[in-house]
């Protein structure tokens, strides 16, 4: 059975950091595309950034280039987004998701059909 699970969420002050780690068991994370994606109240979910299996190649939004940073560790079989320079749009519940049909990490990355998801941790950006 294949497992995501997300720490490292809380409440953070405005240009702070935090570092989100995704655990994964059932299934070798380096073998896929592994993202990371948000959502805040009222609002869709987004991708955030996402990272290639193997070579490791990576994706921002916009929204969050250069001051996020996705990496992964295959020997612990975990993805971490390393967040700097927080600000209060950063605010929601964070999620993890990995696609096992091999969809490439980019701009329209969103695991669906072969897509595993964790089950999300909140991060607050507030003073």
């Known amino acids: 059975q294949v497992q995501l699970v997300e720490s490292g969420g809380g409440l953070v002050q405005p240009g702070g950091s935090l570092t989100l780690s995704c655990a994964a068991s059932?299934?070798?994370?380096?073998?896929?595309?592994t993202g990371w994606f948000r959502q805040a109240p009222g609002k869709e979910r987004e991708g955030v950034s996402c990272?290639?299996?193997?070579?490791?190649?990576?994706y921002y939004s916009d929204s969050v280039k250069g001051r996020f940073t996705i990496s992964k560790n295959a020997a612990k079989n975990t993805v971490y987004l390393q967040m700097n320079s927080l600000k209060p749009e950063d605010t929601a519940v964070y999620y993890c998701?990995?696609?096992?049909?091999?969809?490439?990490?980019?701009?329209?990355?969103?695991?669906?059909?072969?897509?595993?998801w964790g089950q999300g941790t909140q991060v607050t950006v507030s003073s």
């Open positions: 998701a990995t696609d096992e049909w091999g969809a490439p990490c980019g701009s329209r990355f969103y695991p669906e059909a072969g897509g595993h």
């Open positions: 059932g299934i070798t994370l380096n073998s896929y595309a």
């Open positions: 990272i290639s299996g193997g070579n490791g190649g990576t």
